[in-house]
Each structure stands twice: as C-alpha cells, then as structure tokens.
C-alpha cells in the first residue's frame, strides 16, 4: 500500500515576488493583507516555512521519505493567484503550472500536481484546465476559495466548471482567509486564520455550490474539501432538515435532490490539518470509507503525525488501505500502487 498525500502545497518564486509587490501597492484585500503581514514576512520563524514551499526538488523528496509519503499531489499554495488582475494572474497560473509539471515529470513516482487557474478570467481558466491535463498531466485544479469576494456558484464561472467537469479534472476547494463581505468580525483575535476563518470561508462556498443548484448543472463535477470537511459532515442532517423546512415555507427555491445528496455524490473530502480520532470517526460514518482520503498539508503541518493519526486510527484495514490509497486513486483515475 502506497501513502498519498493529496493536500500538499508549494509555490514558485514568481507567485511569492508577486504576492510582496501587491502588499507593497497597498490596493490589496483586508483578508490578504492580514495574512500575507503574518505569512509572507521575512523573519526568522518564517524562512523554514517560505524555504519548503519553494522547493519541489530532492529537499522535499528526502522529506517525504523521512514522513513515510510516498507520492505528494501538489497544489499553488493559498490565495495562489486569486488576489492579482486577470492578465498577471492568468500568466502567473500558467508559469506555476509548468514549474509543477516539471518537477511532476523528474519525479513522476513521487509528485503529481493540481492546475492553478485564474477564475478572474473564466475562459482562459478554462482553457488552462484543458492544458493543464492534456499537455501537463496536471490531474485537478486548486481553487483557494473566493476570488475578489466572488464564489463559483455565480454564472460567469460556468466556462470553468464546464472545463473541469469536461476533462475529469476534480476541483479542491482550498481555504483562505475570509472574502470581504465575511472578514470584519473575523479580523479580531487571529479568527481570519484557520482556526476558524478558513472554514467559514470554505464552507460557505462549497454551501453556496450545493445550494445554488451548481450541481444539478454539473452533475459529473468532483469537488474535493480538505481539514475533514470543512465542518460540513456534521451538520448535513440539519442542513437537509432546515432546507426541507424552507422549501415547505417558500423560503428557498426546491433543488432537484436534497443537499446532502449532492454532498455525497459529488463531494470527496481530506483529513487535510486534522488528527482527531472523533472527527475521522463521524467523516467516516458520514461519508463511508469510499469518500475520505488522506492529506497532509505539508509544510503547514506536520506529515509524519498526520500519517501516525491514520496508522493509529481505530479502523479496518481496508478502510486505511482506501484512505491512503484507493480513494486518491479511484478519483484521479490512477491504478492501485501505480
Ligand atoms: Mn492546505
């Protein structure tokens, strides 16, 4: 049994000079400057954590050795370029996504990679979608939740959904902080971060998605979220008792199937950032063990802990065997122990 990692993020030097120039503009969104003021600043504490995103060479592939991961599906580190104007971001995705697939075909074992695209610009996006997988061999896209405060559901990023349901191409969701019409009362107390920020933020959007009716448009669409769900999980049977009561009342538009159906059928879902034997236990029972795989969140996280978590979990061995391996595989077409 192989271990895959599939939450695993990285960024090249064009997107991290880019990031500090817009920073220095001043014209940036609260959420990005908060973070990136934090994040992106050249300190001590900061250097191992800028040094590891940048390298997708044998430093990284020594590190997965030494964590017990054997192939690491890479992804434009978060806001990736959802932050910049639709040209720069546009030609910042398409260099990141050649830097990844390069470093994809020096090790084709180890690294596989998720596509950056610029939902800024949804017909480029969706045309970098079909490059991504027909020239690069990129095997999904990363969305870093909002881009300029818009969410996917809105009709203006059909061409991209169309693209990526079109080319097999599954979408993960990835937090950021908070878009502006949620980040005011989150700017308090460090609660834009991903002690909660970010999953109110992604939540929300993959709610949006469910709610809007997304789905029914792209049945084929495959949407992963990582940290066990963004929460979801636990609440989808009040989700399904609230909407049924809101349809009754004409409070919401009826969808063709309740939203926890969509949930299950065009959702997957990480341990991405969590190591609680509870939450794995509802993800599972919510789920079942076709629909979880595993993810580390390299370098955020600590791999080696995260794959203890799932060695230690309390759980049949098919079931790991399908969180390491067979869930990744199944979804991006891969053969068992490829
Ligand atoms: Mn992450």
């Known amino acids: 049994m192989k271990r895959i990692a599939i939450e695993e993020a990285f960024v090249t030097h064009g997107v991290m000079n880019a990031w500090r120039d817009l920073l220095h503009t001043g014209a940036v969104e609260d959420g990005f400057r908060l973070m990136g003021e934090s994040i992106l600043a050249d300190t001590p504490l900061n250097a191992p954590l800028h040094q590891r995103?940048?390298?997708?060479?044998p430093d990284r592939i020594a590190q997965m050795d030494r964590d017990g991961i054997d192939l690491a599906?890479?992804?434009?580190?978060?806001?990736?370029?959802?932050?910049?104007?639709?040209?720069?971001?546009?030609?910042?995705?398409?260099?990141?996504?050649?830097?990844?697939?390069?470093?994809?075909r020096r090790y084709p074992e180890r690294l596989a990679g998720l596509a950056a695209v610029a939902p800024q610009d949804p017909q480029r996006a969706a045309r970098e979608i079909e490059r991504a997988r027909r020239e690069l061999g990129l095997v999904g896209v990363i969305i870093n939740s909002h881009t300029h405060g818009e969410y996917l559901d809105l009709p203006k990023f059909a061409p991209l959904l169309?693209?990526?349901?079109?080319?097999r191409m599954p979408i993960y969701l990835h937090p950021r902080e908070p878009g502006p019409g949620l980040i005011g009362p989150h700017k308090d107390y460090g609660l834009y971060f991903a002690t909660w920020g970010f999953a109110v933020e992604t939540s929300l959007h993959a709610m949006r998605l469910i709610m809007s009716g997304t789905f029914d448009r792209f049945p084929k669409l495959k949407v992963i979220l990582g940290h066990m769900g963004e929460?979801?999980?636990?609440?989808?049977?009040?989700i399904d008792n609230r909407y049924q009561l809101q349809v009754r009342i004409g409070a919401v538009k009826p969808l063709k199937r309740l939203?926890?159906?969509?949930?299950?059928?065009?959702?997957?879902?990480t341990t991405a950032g969590v190591t609680s034997n509870p939450a794995l236990?509802?993800?599972?029972?919510?789920?079942?063990?076709?629909?979880?795989?595993?993810?580390?969140?390299?370098?955020?996280?600590?791999?080696?802990?995260?794959v203890h978590f799932i060695e230690q979990a309390d759980i049949d061995e098919i079931t790991r065997a399908k969180l390491f391996e067979g869930n990744a595989a199944a979804l991006f077409g891969w053969p068992i122990h490829r």
């Open 259 to 269: 939203p926890s159906e969509y949930f299950l059928e065009n959702f997957v879902i």
């Open 162 to 167: 169309t693209a990526a349901e079109y080319e």
């Open 53 to 57: 995103l940048l390298d997708v060479g």
């Open 281 to 306: 236990r509802l993800a599972l029972e919510v789920l079942g063990p076709d629909r979880v795989m595993f993810a580390a969140d390299y370098p955020y996280e600590d791999p080696a802990e995260a």
């Open 73 to 104: 599906v890479l992804s434009l580190t978060s806001p990736g370029v959802q932050v910049f104007e639709a040209d720069l971001a546009t030609a910042l995705a398409a260099e990141a996504n050649d830097e990844l697939a390069a470093a994809v």
């Open 231 to 238: 929460g979801i999980p636990f609440w989808l049977q009040r």
